[in-house]
């Protein structure tokens, strides 16, 4: 891996939202008052981005017939969390979702945003490992020290796991910094490992079971077993979208929480038939073999809700990190409940 392709991208996902203050000044207020139907009526119809290959809880939701006469209105694919909030954040969409730490570097520049229901987490079927060949030294993470590890994306998820895990391990500051995340494709990432290109490789899901299956590495540590059960990424919507259109967006967040409890309590076998037919039936010319190996969403919480602790860890992390001034964000103010009528046996 190029020295200089690794140094230059450390924090080019905090680059990246580090532009969203701008670009929602840009766009202004007239990009998220498109989502109004006119005539001051509630919009039932929500534009979103989707996930190659992957079915999201809110499509399951419409295609359980939990949204009523609200629809979704799929406006393409989207490349990454941060892309997906930053799109909600400038009305181009109507509802965007990412790892819970980019909703807290967006809501701190000042984005007029509000978590609304958390939609993917970690649990004992759904959750990343951190992975080194069979034959590696590396047994702790002082082991990591100048080491390369293979993430998805810099400061999200994969990295704020390796940070906790290290310093739960003694490492000082200057030694964590000794560790180097790389950015590498999610496919690409299990044969940069045996190659012996990267250290440490970060596989989940079908990756995961598919290298594991292979066989010839074993895991350091998995963020199941770092934390334990979490939900960790939520849905936002503009506050404005809030205000205009309070029972489609209480229509929404129910309907996607209903969602969650169906996928959590129907066999596994109908659920990933069900998922299968979806994108089937959608035409979007994508491969639905993956969705055999869906364990489970991951969401923490009944219904989706969100607590304080799921944006406290983040707000902790980043706030260590010096991108996030102490204070600056509380958790409360990052989301809300209210729009959820989910109830246990509803």
Not at 114 to 128: F, P, T
Not at 202 to 223: C, E, H, N, S, Y
Not at 237 to 266: C, H, K, S, Y
Not at 324 to 345: C, D, E, H, I
Request: some cysteine; aromatic content about 8%.
């Amino acid at each position: 891996m190029p020295a200089s392709v690794t140094s230059a991208s450390r924090r080019r996902f905090l680059a990246l939202l580090g532009g969203s203050a701008a670009a929602v000044t840009l766009a202004g207020c007239g990009a998220a008052a498109a989502a109004g139907s006119g005539g001051g009526g509630q919009t039932k119809k929500l534009r979103y981005q989707g996930w190659a290959g992957q079915v999201l809880l809110p499509e399951l939701a419409q295609d359980l017939g939990y949204f009523g006469d609200v629809t979704l209105d799929w406006v393409g694919d989207t490349i990454s969390g941060p892309q997906d909030i930053q799109s909600a954040a400038t009305g181009q969409v109507d509802f965007g979702g990412a790892f819970n730490g980019a909703v807290v570097k967006l809501a701190a520049q000042h984005a007029p945003v509000k978590a609304v229901i958390s939609y993917y987490g970690v649990d004992r079927y759904s959750y990343n490992g951190f992975y080194v060949r069979q034959d590696s030294p590396i047994r702790s993470g002082r082991d990591l020290i100048g080491a390369k590890v293979g993430v998805n994306t810099l400061g999200a998820h994969d990295e704020a796991m390796l940070d906790i895990y290290l310093k739960r391990q003694g490492l000082s500051p200057a030694e964590i910094a000794q560790v180097e995340p790389v950015v590498l494709p999610p496919v690409s990432t299990e044969q940069a490992l045996r190659q012996k290109q990267i250290e440490v490789a970060v596989l989940g899901g079908v990756l995961r079971d598919k290298a594991l299956a292979t066989g010839g590495i074993r895991p350091l540590f998995t963020d199941y077993q770092l934390l334990g059960a979490f939900s960790a990424g939520t849905y936002v919507m503009t506050e404005r979208f809030l205000r205009q259109n309070p029972d489609t967006a209480r229509t929404f967040v129910t309907g996607t929480a209903m969602a969650i409890e169906w996928a959590r309590t129907t066999p596994r076998e109908q659920v990933v038939a069900r998922m299968t037919d979806i994108v089937h039936k959608r035409g979007r010319n994508e491969n639905a073999t993956p969705l055999k190996y869906f364990q489970s969403f991951g969401v923490a919480e009944t219904g989706g809700r969100i607590t304080d602790a799921e944006f406290q860890l983040w707000l902790d992390w980043l706030a260590g990190r010096g991108t996030v001034p102490k204070g600056s964000v509380t958790a409360a103010s990052l989301y809300t409940n209210q729009y959820n009528a989910y109830r246990s046996g509803s």
